[in-house]
């Protein structure tokens, strides 16, 4: 069971800034970049449903997580059908996120009352998600779909939707700041910001830096939107 609340969940990412997004078939690579990224700050983290046995590498790293780094948030992305998803939630997962938007997702999580991050293309969409419940909603491949100018296009009409980009967004000012003056809640950051060379170095410390820097630039563009 989430120990989070729903509105709790959509709070840490709203104050943060970041969800950074991770898989490796490795358990133990999986641990050390979950810590690295909780040392540097992170507080909400995304691990990705992305091969076979997945869950079961989740399930050791959460419980691992509660008791070593008790104030993270760990959820679990590309989750695509209901089933997948209550999976994860038994397995504890604090919130799902999802590449498309699928109404019996939606179901699942909220009888849990599980936060449901949906993956939207259009402003239907979208609406379609906040009718279902979702809090936040996550536009995939951001880059893609329109960019920052997407984002502020949406919230003209549409102030109080809350927009996590993920695809597109790299951990430098160039790219967060369009993103954040345009007014979006959060952003998920994968390879751009867990680099293959830092899996290959095991550089943790290198992580832990650039994820500071990551969110002290995030906070800087938090103060001007």
Same mark, same amino acid.
């Given at each position: 069971?989430?120990?989070?609340?729903?509105?709790?969940?959509? $709070?840490?990412?709203? %104050? +943060?800034?970041?969800?950074?997004?991770?898989?490796?078939?490795?358990?133990?690579?999986?641990? %050390?970049?979950?810590?690295?990224?909780?040392? !540097? /700050?992170?507080?909400? &983290?995304?691990?990705?449903?992305?091969? %076979?046995?997945?869950?079961?590498? &989740?399930?050791?790293?959460?419980?691992?997580?509660?008791?070593?780094?008790?104030?993270?948030?760990?959820?679990?992305?590309?989750?695509?059908?209901?089933?997948?998803?209550? $999976?994860?939630?038994?397995?504890?997962?604090? &919130?799902?996120?999802?590449?498309?938007?699928?109404?019996?997702?939606?179901?699942?999580?909220?009888?849990?009352?599980?936060?449901?991050?949906?993956?939207?293309?259009?402003?239907?969409?979208?609406?379609?998600?906040?009718?279902? /419940?979702?809090?936040?909603?996550?536009?995939?491949?951001?880059?893609?779909?329109?960019?920052?100018? &997407?984002?502020?296009?949406?919230? !003209?009409?549409?102030?109080?939707?809350?927009?996590?980009?993920?695809?597109?967004?790299?951990?430098?000012?160039?790219?967060?700041?369009?993103?954040? $003056?345009?007014?979006? +809640?959060?952003? /998920?950051?994968?390879?751009?910001?867990?680099?293959?060379?830092?899996?290959?170095?095991?550089?943790?410390?290198?992580?832990?830096?650039?994820?500071?820097?990551?969110?002290?630039?995030?906070?800087?563009?938090?103060?001007?939107?």
């Amino acid at each position: 069971m989430a120990r989070f609340s729903r509105i709790q969940t959509a $709070l840490a990412m709203a %104050d +943060t800034g970041l969800v950074p997004v991770f898989y490796h078939t490795d358990y133990s690579v999986c641990l %050390d970049v979950v810590r690295a990224c909780y040392k !540097g /700050g992170v507080r909400v &983290f995304e691990f990705t449903n992305r091969g %076979d046995f997945a869950h079961e590498l &989740f399930g050791r790293l959460i419980k691992e997580a509660q008791s070593e780094m008790p104030e993270l948030l760990l959820g679990v992305g590309s989750i695509q059908d209901e089933g997948t998803a209550a $999976l994860y939630i038994q397995c504890g997962a604090q &919130f799902i996120v999802a590449p498309s938007l699928n109404p019996a997702v939606a179901r699942v999580c909220n009888r849990r009352k599980v936060l449901w991050v949906p993956g939207c293309g259009s402003v239907s969409e979208i609406g379609q998600a906040e009718e279902l /419940g979702a809090e936040i909603v996550k536009i995939f491949p951001g880059a893609q779909v329109g960019g920052p100018k &997407f984002v502020e296009a949406v919230k !003209g009409p549409m102030p109080w939707t809350s927009i996590m980009p993920t695809g597109g967004v790299e951990p430098n000012e160039a790219s967060l700041k369009p993103w954040f $003056l345009a007014g979006v +809640t959060c952003v /998920g950051i994968g390879s751009q910001l867990i680099t293959k060379e830092v899996i290959a170095r095991n550089d943790w410390n290198g992580l832990s830096n650039s994820v500071k820097e990551c969110l002290n630039l995030i906070s800087s563009f938090q103060n001007k939107a």
